[in-house]
């Protein structure tokens, strides 16, 4: 509606007031898609130390709980202004990117299209005294590849960023020959037990 009222008064002003109403046009759009790949889950952060908002809870279950192969690919701590990645994850600042804006704000990114069928599902920030906020991806389930700002309140600095998520093995073509072996010796049993029989 905004965009139509902007583009409205553009039609009617000089060339300048034109051009500054594309302008407008163009950082409305920008900023409305600031978010395009991750949802705040937790608005307004967590208190670790306190009871969890559910969907704290279910990235905790994923992470211990279920065996899908959910693990935290990529972590880093921001130290005196310096992110300073984790020796102990799969992967780090090849596949992953942070830029701090200033000690509440973080813009990250993630390409993870050549890494065997991992993918980013969620991403944890830690802030001082406990207080976390928890971002889950917007969309599809399976991103290989996007980015976001990210904060904890916009107040509270960040202190530590994990990005975490499963690994999908893809279908390959072994499989649909494991299963056509499978098949072929089950067929293979049950004849030779009918001629066995009869």
Same mark, same amino acid.
């Given at each position: 509606?905004?965009? +139509?009222?902007?583009? +409205?008064?553009?039609?009617?002003?000089p060339s300048d007031c034109k051009m500054k109403a594309k302008l407008t046009i163009l950082l409305i759009a920008l900023t409305s898609s600031a978010h395009a790949n991750l949802i705040d889950?937790?608005? &307004?952060?967590?208190?670790?130390?306190?009871?969890?908002? *559910?969907?704290?809870? *279910? @990235? @905790?279950?994923?992470?211990? &709980?279920?065996? =899908? &192969?959910?693990?935290?690919?990529?972590g880093a701590n921001i130290?005196?202004?310096?992110? %300073?990645? $984790?020796? @102990?994850?799969?992967? #780090? $600042?090849?596949?992953?990117?942070?830029?701090?804006?200033? /000690?509440? =704000?973080? *813009? %990250? $990114?993630?390409?993870?299209t050549n890494t065997g069928g991992y993918f980013l599902q969620y991403v944890l920030l830690e802030?001082?005294?406990? !207080?976390? =906020?928890?971002?889950?991806? +917007? #969309? /599809?389930?399976?991103? @290989?590849?996007?980015? #976001?700002? %990210?904060? !904890?309140?916009?107040? !509270?600095?960040?202190?530590? !960023?994990?990005f975490a998520g499963p690994n999908v093995v893809p279908e390959t073509l072994n499989t649909g020959w494991l299963l056509f072996f499978a098949v072929s010796g089950l067929l293979l049993t049950y004849k030779l037990r009918r001629r066995k029989i009869a």
């Open positions: 509606m905004l965009t +139509r009222l902007l583009e +409205r008064e553009a039609k009617k002003a889950l937790t608005p &307004g952060a967590f208190n670790i130390n306190e009871p969890w908002p *559910q969907p704290v809870i *279910q @990235f @905790f279950s994923h992470q211990f &709980g279920n065996g =899908n &192969g959910f693990q935290f690919l990529a130290k005196d202004g310096q992110v %300073v990645w $984790s020796p @102990f994850t799969i992967f #780090g $600042s090849d596949n992953f990117g942070i830029i701090l804006q200033d /000690p509440a =704000n973080a *813009q %990250v $990114s993630w390409n993870l802030g001082a005294n406990g !207080i976390d =906020n928890l971002f889950g991806l +917007r #969309g /599809p389930g399976f991103q @290989f590849e996007g980015g #976001g700002l %990210v904060t !904890i309140d916009g107040l !509270i600095a960040i202190q530590a !960023i994990i």
